[in-house]
């Protein structure tokens, strides 16, 4: 399996931007789709952006608003998260997910490879 290992999280304040990165071994971003979900202390993990191995992108918009991007590197087997204009709302611990190739799915169970995850936390 895949061994997946975020890293970026942290404490920042209303309106700050973090990168998240996820670091895969070689060659993982070019077989599987990648995503990035998350887990608010007391809530279910909420899927946040995904990417195909073929660059396609979804995101969930409701939750995400236009201010986060997934991008990857393929030279890097890294998959990254910018995430701009951080709210409280976005407190959480997020994960790293490596999935099967095929349209980018929303879904927990399509993803068999997780890592550790790392810590988000915005102040207001």
């Known amino acids: 399996q895949a061994q997946l290992v975020e890293s970026g999280g942290g404490l920042v304040q209303t309106g700050d931007s973090l990168r998240l990165s996820c670091a895969a071994p070689?060659?993982?971003?070019?077989?599987?789709?990648m995503a990035w979900f998350r887990q608010a202390p007391g809530k279910e993990r909420e899927f946040v952006a995904a990417?195909?191995?073929?660059?396609?992108?979804?995101y969930n918009d409701e939750a995400v608003k236009g201010r986060f991007t997934i991008s990857s590197d393929n030279r890097k087997s890294t998959v990254y998260l910018q995430m701009n204009s951080l709210q409280p709302e976005d407190t959480a611990v997020y994960y790293c997910?490596?999935?099967?190739?095929?349209?980018?799915?929303?879904?927990?169970?399509?993803?068999?490879?997780w890592g550790q995850g790392t810590q988000v936390t915005v102040s207001s």
């Open positions: 990417i195909s191995r073929v660059g396609s992108r979804t």
């Open positions: 997910a490596a999935g099967e190739a095929g349209n980018p799915s929303r879904l927990t169970s399509s993803y068999s490879n």
């Open positions: 070689p060659r993982t971003t070019m077989w599987y789709n």
